[in-house]
């Protein structure tokens, strides 16, 4: 949204994004994770992600980085060797593991996207997914599908649906888009439709004790 020439800022102060540390074999990948941190860039908005600069992770956060916006990368201390992850730009933040990576990760950020990765971008998606529908976070979820990479996974939702395992409700925690600009529109606009497990109130005092 432009105004007298200007762009708004976003509604979102962070975005937490989830990646390969792998590039992938396309070239649109790698762009896509630039032109995704040049767009957060102008919405001015800044990126938490799993640190180091090898990959997807390491385009996405060095183009936010040279736009002047903020970056946290949490690293477990295991992965902290460069010769594992290379040297993260920004803030680096270390956790004991993997739970407390995704966690510090979730709590810094007001929204998610997965660009294409592997299994640990999986398990990282599926898991803040999860929360949302039991109702841990009300933040919007997005699949940045570059050249539909996700189409699989989201036609396997789908299909969950139609089998009764995920409601209809809960298939819209899910936002998609083609480009990084499009996803973060979209994401903009989300509002929630599933119903609540447990109250989000309910788990932040359990988990502050």
Same mark, same amino acid.
């Given at each position: 949204m432009?105004?007298?020439?200007e *762009?708004?800022?976003s509604?979102?102060k962070?975005?937490?994004?989830?990646?390969?540390?792998?590039?992938?074999?396309?070239?649109s990948y790698?762009?896509a994770a630039?032109?995704?941190?040049?767009?957060?860039?102008?919405?001015?908005i800044?990126? $938490?992600?799993?640190?180091?600069s090898?990959?997807?992770?390491?385009?996405?956060?060095?183009?936010?980085?040279?736009?002047?916006?903020? $970056?946290?990368?949490?690293i477990p201390?295991?992965?902290?060797?460069?010769?594992?992850?290379?040297?993260?730009?920004?803030?680096?933040?270390? $956790?004991?593991?993997?739970?407390?990576?995704?966690?510090?990760?979730?709590r810094?950020?007001?929204?998610?996207?997965?660009?294409?990765?592997g299994y640990?971008?999986?398990e990282?998606?599926?898991? $803040?997914?999860?929360?949302a529908?039991?109702?841990?976070?009300?933040k919007?979820v997005g699949l940045?599908?570059?050249?539909?990479?996700?189409?699989?996974?989201?036609?396997?939702?789908d299909?969950?649906?139609?089998?009764?395992?995920?409601?209809?409700?809960?298939?819209?925690?899910i936002? =998609?888009?083609?480009?990084?600009?499009e996803?973060?529109?979209k994401?903009?606009?989300?509002v929630?439709?599933?119903?609540? *497990?447990i109250?989000?109130? =309910?788990?932040e005092i359990?988990?502050?004790?």
């Open positions: 432009e105004m007298n020439g *762009v708004n800022a509604r979102f962070t975005i937490c994004v989830f990646c390969g540390s792998s590039q992938g074999k396309k070239a790698q762009e630039i032109e995704l941190g040049r767009v957060l860039v102008s919405r001015s800044d990126l $938490v992600y799993g640190g180091g090898i990959g997807l992770m390491g385009l996405v956060s060095q183009a936010v980085h040279e736009g002047g916006r903020h $970056v946290m990368g949490v201390k295991t992965l902290m060797p460069r010769e594992l992850t290379g040297e993260t730009v920004g803030e680096v933040k270390a $956790v004991a593991d993997m739970h407390q990576r995704k966690a510090e990760m979730a810094h950020s007001d929204a998610f996207i997965a660009l294409p990765g640990g971008t999986l990282e998606l599926l898991e $803040v997914i999860t929360w529908q039991l109702g841990i976070h009300d919007p940045l599908n570059v050249d539909g990479y996700y189409n699989s996974l989201l036609s396997f939702i299909e969950a649906v139609e089998e009764g395992f995920i409601s209809p409700k809960a298939r819209h925690i936002v =998609s888009a083609p480009t990084a600009k996803l973060v529109k994401l903009e606009e989300y929630p439709q599933h119903e609540r *497990v109250s989000q109130h =309910s788990w359990e988990h502050s004790r």
